[in-house]
């Protein structure tokens, strides 16, 4: 930056000005800022970024949040929400606007509750505490009723009122407890325990309005546990209409006020009595309509069986007439004679038939032996032949035929065939089989 003739600093453009505060800014350390949410403005439609103001009593500061940043939040930001920003300033270099860059965005007060009571809502929702299948049937008309509340309040008493004013004949428990402060929610579990072991036909868990940091005892885990396990059906009348506890969320059945939870387990007298009538009604026209669909199905029936009994009688006046018409039972001794004649020609049929079958039969044995004793002859030859060979074959081969040529076979005492002469002794007994017959020698000398 330089300085003009007479000493005063020289001028410089928009841009420098504007990048020379955007220099200075970057330095300033990141910085942890606590405030009120106003004029928000986002998630931005098209970027997803959050523009807003952040005040305090003394002064506000314009915050960008940008969309990455806003999606890890974990809650919605609004207006009069309290806040703690961790993050750093920047200037905008096309308008030279000052702004606070939250690179953190923490609820604070009631919104940091906001936020950890919305955790603890959605944690129970996963566990199935909300699911409409979990919770229990509240009776259309309880006859018993106890209800938890604090004692000291005008509460007790309105519920009282409601309850006797819309159907007298309810009788009503209380057990007192503790609907604010750090030991309410203790106190709230001990009560429904207790009013759960009297066995009501319903437990009203009910607390007049108050702020959010009030009501926080019926947004507590304990508490909405003790609620789910509850063997006895639960409604709640908490504060007023617009707020809405986990106690609520997790109950049988949420009223939106104390007054409206009596309302809703006492139908009065006259509504009884209109929905008495009104039942009445119906089932007597149910009856009659009953009644007069069981008259026709009567009517019906009689009409079928008086329709079937007629064509079954004439199915059988029609059989009986077709019986009646056959001739066995007209003409008998035709019907016999018709037959013998049938027999006695089949019998003249079966004379006639039997020799001409038999010469038939005959014929073909015949025929057949002559043609098998050709067809033996023809093959019977060659095999007669073969076996000619071979028995002259066998003869060459016989010992027999060898003896018929002038030798002979010697046998000694024991019947072996001597065929050395060095097996014999001189005093051995001899058998010599000759070509026909056989004599006993003894050897008197051997020559080898």
């Known amino acids: 930056m330089g300085e003009s003739r007479d000493g005063a600093p020289a001028p410089i453009s928009v841009t420098d000005a504007v990048a020379l505060a955007k220099g200075a800014v970057s330095q300033w350390p990141t910085l942890v800022v606590g405030g009120e949410v106003s004029g928000f403005r986002g998630p931005n439609a098209r970027s997803g970024h959050c523009y807003f103001e952040v005040k305090d009593d003394g002064a506000s500061m ?74 229990r049937h509240v009776p259309a008309f309880c006859s018993r009723v106890c209800v938890v509340t604090s004692l000291s309040g005008s509460v007790i008493e309105d519920v009282k009122r409601t309850l006797a004013r819309r159907n007298r004949l309810v009788e009503i428990d209380v057990v007192g407890c503790s609907v604010q402060g750090a030991d309410a929610p203790a106190t709230i579990v001990r009560a429904l325990a207790t009013a759960a072991a009297a066995r009501p036909d319903a437990i009203l868990l009910v607390r007049g309005g108050g702020s959010f940091e009030d009501l926080m005892c019926f947004n507590d885990e304990s508490v909405a ?21 986990i106690a609520d969320m997790v109950a049988d ?17 006259d509504e009884v009595e209109r929905q008495m009538l009104q039942r009445q009604v119906r089932l007597g026209r149910a009856m009659s309509a009953a009644l007069s669909f069981r008259g026709q199905h009567v009517t019906s029936l009689a009409r079928l069986m008086a329709g079937s009994v007629d064509a079954e009688l004439s199915r059988r006046r029609v059989a009986l007439d077709a019986l009646g018409a056959r001739r066995c039972l007209t003409d008998p001794l035709a019907t016999v004679t018709a037959r013998r004649d049938d027999l006695m020609q089949t019998e003249q049929r079966l004379h006639d038939a039997v020799p ?41 081969l016989s010992p027999l035929s060898v003896l018929a040529r002038g030798y002979a076979i010697a046998r000694g005492g024991d019947g072996h065939v001597v065929k050395d002469a060095r097996e014999l002794a001189v005093g051995d007994e001899l058998t010599v089989l000759l070509g026909t017959g056989s004599v006993g020698a003894s050897v008197t000398s051997i020559s080898e």
Not at 80 to 108: H, I, M, N, P, R
């Open 62 to 135: 314009s915050v960008i949040v940008w969309r990455g940043t806003a999606q890890k939040m974990g809650f919605q930001l609004r207006d009069g929400l309290a806040v703690q920003l961790t993050g750093k300033f920047d200037v905008y270099k096309a308008s030279g606007k000052l702004s606070f860059v939250a690179s953190k965005v923490e609820a604070a007060g009631e919104g940091l509750l906001r936020q950890q009571v919305a955790e603890l809502a959605r944690r129970l929702e996963r566990e199935g505490l909300m699911d409409p299948a979990r919770k």
């Open 225 to 245: 546990r003790a609620i789910a396990a509850c063997p006895v059906p639960v409604v709640t009348g908490i504060g007023h209409e617009p707020d809405t506890t």
């Open 253 to 269: 059945r949420r009223a939106s006020t104390p007054t409206a939870a009596a309302e809703s387990v006492a139908p009065a007298f």
């Open 356 to 396: 001409r079958s038999l010469a038939r039969q005959r014929e073909g044995c015949e025929h057949a032996s002559t043609r098998l004793a050709a067809v033996a002859g023809k093959l019977l030859a060659p095999g007669e032949a073969t076996l000619a060979r071979l028995a002259a074959s066998l003869d060459a």
